[in-house]
């Protein structure tokens, strides 16, 4: 009886492998095919006057050519405000010269200090927001973008557009995590790309409908009826989650802008990959359970059942090659094969339309990575997401917190 039931567990399980292999192949054809889509028209005319407003830390790679391209960007009435810590910061003398560089367009603040019950992060947001308020520049928008982001020059009027509807509380973009130029990159680089890239996937759908935060607007009469400052972001570590979840409150969208996903590079090591996923993971835990929940319990269904079609496969080649369990077994491998094959050519065609035409080529082992070791980084991803279950604190930019409730954070270090 014993050995029935984990015949029949053994068949479910593979059942449910090609039921979520296929599921996430075709999600990654819904998300490359958003490419093919005509812009609206509506959106492409909505453009008010807006502040991007922009936290940094320290010299990120290519950070001058970020700078660069935010200075660029293809929209008429828009201000930019730079934001550090201090001036000891050693990005704060590449902003003076862009300020110098662009007078009445650049706005640098010293933020100072973040208190011990609030995030830098967050802290610096507030300082931009309690400047502009201040000057009451008669900004429509605030956008806010991360300062190792890589925006082309219609980032900003795509991100933008979609606020002309009143539905509509916030956009957002999304990071596609890609090696550093310059550097050799690692297994460990190109494992935190593909999992990243397999995240996004399904940006905008389901639970999936949050901001993210270092590509994402909000029209200022909307924080304002919310008061995202008071009672969302005073406290928080989180800005992006917080953001959507006061956008949820009042009743408002979180739309997803396909084209405003931006290139961010990065470098890791497997020490730096499994802080930053704990950092990722934990954030999600405590801000938004039920995201985290599903995604832990879809990556531990996908790899038990891949694990154990594995084993029906060994086992049974040994003990029982008469029988048809190891031949089953070897179909179902079959058949998700084939729909890896699938998800990562959609994949690599929405790369192309995220990133350019050249992207393929250029991140072309980082694709390789995610067509032949789908088994690999699936385990690694499952396995990152189970260490963020436990504990409530966090290193971030040289600083520990540990967060109690979404606005409940505290520095450890402070």
């Given at each position: 009886?014993?050995?029935?039931?984990?015949?029949?567990?053994?068949?479910?399980?593979?059942?449910?492998?090609?039921?979520?292999?296929?599921?996430?192949?075709?999600?990654?054809?819904k998300?490359?095919?958003?490419y093919?889509?005509?812009?609206?028209?509506?959106?492409?005319?909505?453009?008010?006057r807006?502040?991007?407003?922009?936290?940094?830390?320290?010299?990120?790679?290519?950070?001058?050519?970020?700078?660069?391209?935010?200075?660029?960007?293809d929209y008429d009435?828009?201000?930019l405000?730079?934001?550090?810590?201090?001036?000891?910061?050693?990005?704060?003398?590449?902003?003076?010269?862009?300020?110098?560089?662009?007078?009445?367009?650049?706005t640098l603040?010293?933020?100072?200090?973040?208190?011990?019950?609030?995030?830098?992060?967050?802290?610096?947001q507030?300082?931009?927001i309690?400047?502009?308020?201040?000057?009451?520049?008669?900004?429509?928008?605030?956008a806010?973008?991360?300062?190792?982001?890589?925006?082309?020059?219609?980032?900003?009027?795509?991100?933008?557009?979609?606020?002309c509807?009143?539905?509509?509380?916030?956009?957002?973009?999304?990071?596609?995590?890609?090696?550093?130029p310059?550097?050799?990159?690692?297994?460990?680089?190109?494992?935190?790309?593909?999992?990243n890239?397999s995240?996004?996937?399904?940006?905008?759908?389901?639970?999936?409908?949050?901001?993210?935060?270092?590509?994402?607007a909000?029209?200022?009469?909307?924080?304002?009826?919310?008061?995202?400052?008071?009672?969302?972001?005073?406290?928080?570590?989180?800005?992006?989650?917080?953001?959507s979840?006061?956008?949820?409150?009042?009743?408002?969208?979180?739309?997803?802008?396909?084209?405003?996903?931006v290139?961010?590079?990065v470098?890791?090591?497997?020490?730096?990959?499994?802080?930053?996923?704990r950092?990722?993971?934990?954030?999600?835990?405590?801000?938004?359970?039920?995201?985290?929940?599903?995604?832990?319990?879809t990556?531990?269904v996908?790899?038990?059942a891949?694990l154990?079609?594995?084993?029906?496969?060994?086992?049974?080649?040994?003990?029982?090659?008469h029988?048809?369990?190891?031949?089953?077994a070897?179909?179902?491998?079959?058949v998700?094969?084939?729909?890896?094959?699938?998800?990562?050519?959609?994949?690599?065609?929405?790369?192309?339309?995220?990133?350019?035409?050249?992207?393929?080529?250029?991140?072309?082992?980082?694709?390789?990575?995610?067509?032949?070791?789908t088994?690999?980084?699936m385990?690694?991803?499952?396995?990152?997401?189970?260490g963020?279950?436990?504990?409530?604190?966090?290193?971030?930019?040289?600083?520990?917190?540990?967060?109690?409730?979404?606005?409940?954070?505290?520095?450890?270090?402070a």
């Amino acid at each position: 009886m014993i050995l029935v039931t984990l015949w029949i567990l053994a068949f479910f399980l593979m059942a449910a492998w090609i039921t979520l292999s296929l599921g996430a192949a075709m999600q990654a054809r819904k998300f490359a095919r958003r490419y093919a889509w005509a812009e609206r028209q509506t959106f492409l005319n909505h453009r008010p006057r807006t502040a991007v407003i922009v936290p940094f830390k320290g010299v990120e790679p290519g950070l001058q050519a970020h700078l660069d391209r935010l200075c660029a960007q293809d929209y008429d009435d828009y201000t930019l405000v730079f934001v550090v810590e201090s001036e000891d910061d050693p990005a704060y003398a590449l902003l003076e010269e862009q300020r110098r560089r662009h007078p009445g367009k650049v706005t640098l603040i010293v933020a100072g200090h973040a208190p011990p019950t609030r995030g830098q992060k967050v802290h610096n947001q507030l300082a931009a927001i309690e400047h502009l308020e201040q000057a009451g520049g008669g900004e429509t928008a605030w956008a806010f973008a991360d300062s190792d982001a890589a925006p082309d020059r219609d980032w900003l009027a795509r991100l933008v557009g979609p606020l002309c509807h009143e539905q509509t509380g916030a956009t957002t973009g999304y990071r596609w995590l890609v090696p550093e130029p310059g550097q050799r990159a690692t297994l460990w680089t190109h494992a935190a790309s593909v999992i990243n890239s397999s995240v996004m996937m399904f940006a905008g759908t389901g639970l999936f409908r949050y901001a993210w935060g270092g590509s994402m607007a909000v029209r200022t009469e909307t924080a304002r009826r919310g008061r995202l400052a008071e009672d969302y972001w005073d406290g928080a570590l989180s800005d992006d989650y917080q953001l959507s979840a006061m956008c949820h409150d009042l009743g408002l969208n979180v739309v997803f802008v396909h084209q405003c996903v931006v290139a961010s590079p990065v470098h890791f090591t497997l020490g730096g990959l499994l802080g930053f996923a704990r950092r990722q993971y934990l954030i999600t835990r405590t801000h938004r359970p039920g995201v985290y929940a599903a995604g832990l319990a879809t990556l531990g269904v996908w790899c038990l059942a891949m694990l154990s079609t594995w084993a029906v496969l060994v086992l049974g080649l040994v003990f029982e090659p008469h029988r048809p369990g190891w031949m089953i077994a070897a179909g179902t491998m079959a058949v998700v094969f084939a729909l890896h094959q699938a998800r990562a050519s959609y994949r690599r065609r929405a790369m192309r339309g995220a990133l350019g035409d050249e992207a393929p080529r250029r991140y072309a082992a980082t694709l390789q990575v995610d067509r032949w070791l789908t088994g690999g980084w699936m385990l690694l991803h499952a396995l990152m997401m189970a260490g963020a279950l436990a504990g409530r604190t966090i290193r971030w930019r040289g600083r520990r917190y540990r967060i109690d409730r979404p606005t409940q954070v505290r520095q450890l270090n402070a």
